[in-house]
């Protein structure tokens, strides 16, 4: 909150309006619920960009958990993906998924290369809402762009996602996909639709898009409420309940095992590091000549400056895969120094010179190798742990449902 003498901090604030589902924005200043909730939600929400197994793109949003490097969304934003992307703070990140909870529609997933920060994520504390009480959403609507926007919307009420075993004049598809399992005859699909049937969900009047499955709804207080999960005719959204969310991320275990294939993809090096190879290649190939006999140490210290730098990023890294790959550049530095040195002091002699530059062009040479390539985790399957073959409960996907009963996947 502003201070009595503090100046207050207004923004422009993109907004989905409840009712027409149309993107706008709203100017609110600080000490607004607006502007408070916006500014404390929107750092701990990022957009999942997905690939599907026919390699078309997809988006969906999630939201920080535990120590900052787990994320929570929707199981429909990330069933049927192959692969899962994190786009935040203009870096992208890969993403596995470790839990799933298809019961809900939730999941909970790892991003891979991201530091801890238990800054970054929403608190999941209790809450107890009354009827027609505020709560906000920040999600990352449409397939393209970065842009957070606020769901302001206020709680109608709380009830079960269908009632279809008790009420057949429901007959939209989701239903009938529902009514089709319990009705199959094979006893575990029964199950399967009747826990769907029956899971709580919360219903909102409030506007979402496309993109949007997977945010949070917050309390005026920053508690989460629910997870954004599906809109209906009447252009409310319906929201998984927080406790179903805190039920996934405080059990240690999976139902189901995920299995993943590491692939290494060719991509273009940075701007930044090809200038910087480039500038290697020259210092080698100026003293393989003969010539600037300080130009190899120049550029050694340039690297020096990048080990120093990966050496603290190693010592608080808490990502494996992280590690890793900054054990590589750190031992691709120290080659990169240790040659320019070696080079510069043996430069009289042309063996010592040549093995000293021999050793920078290596460095150069891995570290060419490696900022071609992009490690791609490639979601392969998804089995169940008590070896039972019946595969995760998935929504039936669809654009628009025409009567005020269906829902669609936002």
């Known amino acids: 909150m502003a201070g009595p003498q503090d100046p207050q901090e207004c923004l422009v604030i993109p907004t989905i309006k409840a009712g027409e589902q149309d993107l706008g924005t709203v100017n609110s200043c600080s000490g607004n619920l607006f502007h408070d909730s916006y500014v404390s939600m929107a750092p701990k929400v990022a957009k999942l960009s997905t690939i599907d197994t026919t390699g078309l793109p997809d988006s969906g949003s999630a939201f920080f958990v535990q120590d900052g490097t787990h ?22 990140y890969a993403a596995v998924v470790e839990k799933l909870d298809d019961i809900n529609d939730l999941a909970e997933i790892k991003v891979i290369g991201l530091d801890a ?45 269908y009632n279809i075993l008790n009420d057949p004049k429901i ?5 009938a996909h529902i009514r089709q399992a319990y009705n ?18 919360l219903v909102v009047n409030q506007g979402a898009r496309p993109g949007n499955s997977g945010s949070p709804d917050d309390d005026a207080a920053g508690n989460l409420v629910g997870v954004i999960t599906a809109v209906n005719g009447n252009n409310a959204t319906v929201d998984v309940p927080f406790t ?3 039920d996934l991320v405080n059990n240690p275990e999976s139902v189901f095992d995920m299995h993943y294939s590491t692939v290494n993809r060719l991509v273009g090096p940075s701007l930044g590091a090809g200038l910087e190879d480039t500038a290697g290649v020259g210092a080698v190939v100026t003293g393989l000549l003969g010539k600037g006999r300080l130009v190899p140490l120049a550029y050694a210290g340039v690297r020096a400056v990048s080990l120093i730098s990966e050496m603290k990023d190693l010592a608080k890294s808490s990502d494996a895969n992280q590690s890793h790959d ?4 750190i031992g691709e530095d120290l080659a990169m120094v240790a040659g320019g ?9 042309p063996g010592g010179r040549v093995a000293g530059l021999g050793l920078m062009g290596l460095s150069l040479a891995s570290r060419f190798v490696n900022d071609s390539q992009e490690k791609h985790y ?30 669609t996947n936002p």
């Open 71 to 92: 994320m929570v969304t929707n199981a429909h934003v990330v069933l049927g993906t192959s692969e899962i992307h994190v786009n935040y703070q203009d870096k992208q």
């Open 117 to 161: 920060d238990p800054s970054r994520s929403q608190k999941l504390g209790p809450v107890a809402l009354m009827t027609n009480e505020h709560v906000m959403g920040v999600g990352v609507p449409g397939t393209s762009g970065q842009i957070k926007y606020l769901s302001p919307g206020a709680l109608w009420g709380s009830n079960k996602y």
């Open 171 to 175: 007959q939209d598809p989701e239903a």
């Open 184 to 201: 199959s005859g094979d006893p575990v699909l029964q199950q399967l639709a009747q826990q769907v049937a029956n899971s709580p969900r």
């Open 244 to 246: 179903k969310v805190q």
């Open 326 to 329: 900054l054990k590589v550049s």
């Open 341 to 349: 040195v070696a080079a510069t002091a043996l430069w009289r002699s």
């Open 378 to 407: 490639v979601l392969t399957g998804i089995t169940r742990k008590n070896g039972d073959t019946h595969a995760p409960w998935a929504p039936l996907q669809q654009t628009q449902y025409p009567n005020a009963n269906g829902y």
